[in-house]
């Protein structure tokens, strides 16, 4: 019976470990800023102590949310690759400042491209620094 219990105590840790992101979708609305998702390369997603996903605009728009919420609400924080288009551990990326445009309007904002690969991120860089989560957040303001 011990050994039925320690089969069942590994089952229920590996399955918390494994939290995977929901897949965004253009148009999704981003939590923070209410704006519809339109460049999946840019997408990320924060999943909440209930597993619950939430769909974030840019990385740098969901700083700004991870930057004022509790790190006991949050689960995971999940980016994507802007070179693959897929998501990966926050933790893991490292971020390249850039500018976007912002929709129906001539100017721009300060955001970040996020690379699972250093050398990539390194690529796409320029003369601009490279950068990791922590930073990030730490550079983010809620305006």
């Known amino acids: 019976m011990k050994v039925l219990y ?8 590996s399955a918390c470990a494994s939290i995977q992101p929901a897949a965004v979708q253009v148009g999704d609305r981003c939590l923070r800023c209410r704006r519809a998702i339109g460049d999946l390369r840019l997408a990320g997603e ?8 939430h769909p974030f605009r840019t ?5 700004k949310y991870v ?3 509790p790190a006991a609400e949050l689960t995971a924080v999940f980016v994507t690759d802007y070179k693959t288009g897929r998501m990966i551990d926050a933790d893991q990326a490292w971020f390249v400042p850039t500018n ?3 929709p129906d309007s001539k100017r721009t904002e300060a955001d970040y491209l996020a690379f699972r690969s250093r ?8 003369n601009k620094p490279m950068l990791r989560w922590a930073q990030v957040v730490s550079e983010a303001t809620a305006n």
């Open 59 to 63: 990385a740098g728009c969901m700083a």
């Open 100 to 102: 976007l445009a912002v």
């Open 67 to 69: 930057k004022v919420t």
């Open 119 to 126: 050398a990539d991120a390194d690529a796409a860089r320029g």
């Open 6 to 13: 320690g089969v069942l105590l590994v089952a229920v840790v």
């Open 46 to 53: 924060t999943i909440d102590g209930l597993r619950a996903p």
